[in-house]
């Protein structure tokens, strides 16, 4: 649930976070949209709302979130997450000064192991490395559509991942590809790669050309929102138009936020 009027929240309630509860009380000496939250009996913090924004202020460091749930979540980090966040910004500003890297995106035809209809790779100085449409010779969920909007029609005269192979070979070996929630780009590449050559040994030393790295996980940790469900800073969405050039610049500008103290 999504609170768009804290003003008619009650200066008592009660809501679950991440499975977990946290109470809410409204100090006595006031009537603004102010409340004390608890985590059973530990005091997280104050969480004031804007008026009007329906944004929710942080007492302790006065940073902002569109929700309450991540207010909440804020107020939970662990101690060490200001070394942490450290930590990710030292490997931003590493991963920037690789002159080789290359932020990689795939669009594909499903939301789980699925096949590649549109590639693309763009340098660290913005340079558009590699942007292809792929005819994946298999239909195209209507799920990945709603996402990408890229029909079967844009990608029925396209070429074929092995005819853009050798292209995107020139584009990407030798080079620092980092993508966000790599895994599934880069298993995306190895199905394409062993439906090409037939081989999972061949498209494994295919793969083995680039350097990857996955800026997801370091994103969660830069942004601090802790799930005491998962036991972990919860991952987020890298946002973007879901064009996968758009995407790849989407993903350079939160390495440049990272890497930013």
Same mark, same amino acid.
């Given at each position: 649930m999504t609170v768009t009027d804290p003003a008619a929240l009650e200066d008592l309630f009660t809501r679950e976070v991440d499975e977990r509860a946290v109470q809410f009380v409204r100090p006595a000496d006031t009537n603004r949209p102010? *409340?004390?939250?608890?985590?059973?009996?530990?005091?997280?913090?104050?969480?004031?709302?804007?008026?009007?924004?329906?944004l929710w202020r942080l007492g302790s460091s006065q940073e902002r979130h569109r929700q309450l749930d991540d207010a909440v979540r804020?107020?939970?980090r662990p101690s060490s997450w200001p070394h942490e966040r450290a930590q990710v910004s030292n490997w931003a500003r590493r991963l920037l000064a690789d002159e080789s890297l290359a932020a990689v995106d795939i669009e594909t035809t499903g939301l789980g192991k699925a096949w590649a209809v549109?590639?693309?790779?763009?340098?660290?100085?913005g340079t558009v490395l590699f942007n292809e449409y792929v005819n994946p010779l298999a239909e195209i969920d209507k799920?990945?559509?709603?996402?990408?909007?890229?029909?079967?029609?844009?990608?029925?005269?396209?070429?074929?991942?092995?005819?853009l192979l050798p292209t995107l070979t020139e584009a990407l070996h030798g080079r620092t590809c980092a993508a966000y929630n790599m895994p599934f780009d880069r298993d995306c590449l190895a199905r394409e790669l062993t439906r090409h050559h037939g081989s999972t040994d061949v498209a494994e030393q *295919?793969?083995?050309g680039c350097r990857w790295r996955d800026a997801m996980e370091p994103y969660a940790v830069w942004k601090g929102l802790w799930s005491v469900k998962r036991g972990r800073y919860r991952p987020q969405k890298l946002g973007g138009p879901h064009n996968a050039v758009e995407?790849?610049?989407f993903l350079l500008t939160k390495i440049e936020q990272m890497a930013s103290r």
């Open positions: 102010d *409340w004390a939250a608890y985590d059973g009996d530990q005091f997280l913090g104050m969480i004031y709302a804007e008026a009007g924004e329906a804020a107020l939970r549109q590639i693309a790779a763009v340098a660290r100085d799920a990945a559509i709603a996402i990408h909007k890229i029909t079967p029609e844009q990608v029925a005269a396209a070429a074929t991942f092995g005819e *295919w793969l083995d995407d790849c610049r």
